[in-house]
């Protein structure tokens, strides 16, 4: 299979492991998961290659020169 649940350390944290199709690029992010009343929500997703975070990179102004 292409894809993998796993485990991490953390147990705030589930890492996901897939090929991206047509390159067969092997991408790995990770799920930072925070309990709630209402369960499980994702609070940031870390991806691995490039060591950014969706939650900084929405939280940037668009005169931010930071990639």
Same mark, same amino acid.
Not at 17 to 35: A, S
């Given at each position: 299979? @292409?894809?993998?649940?796993? $485990?991490? $350390? @953390?147990?705030?944290?589930? $890492?996901? #492991?897939?090929?991206?199709? &047509?390159?067969? %690029? +092997? /991408?790995?992010? #990770?799920? %930072?998961?925070?309990? *709630? $009343?209402?369960?499980?929500? /994702?609070?940031? /997703? +870390?991806?691995? #290659?490039? &060591?950014? !975070?969706? #939650? %900084?990179?929405? !939280?940037?102004?668009?005169?931010?020169? *930071?990639?």
């Amino acid at each position: 299979m @292409d894809l993998e649940v796993l $485990a991490t $350390a @953390d147990p705030r944290v589930v $890492a996901v #492991r897939f090929v991206y199709p &047509g390159t067969n %690029e +092997k /991408i790995e992010l #990770r799920f %930072e998961v925070n309990q *709630t $009343a209402a369960g499980p929500r /994702i609070h940031d /997703i +870390k991806y691995q #290659r490039g &060591g950014f !975070s969706l #939650r %900084e990179m929405l !939280s940037r102004t668009l005169d931010d020169p *930071t990639p």
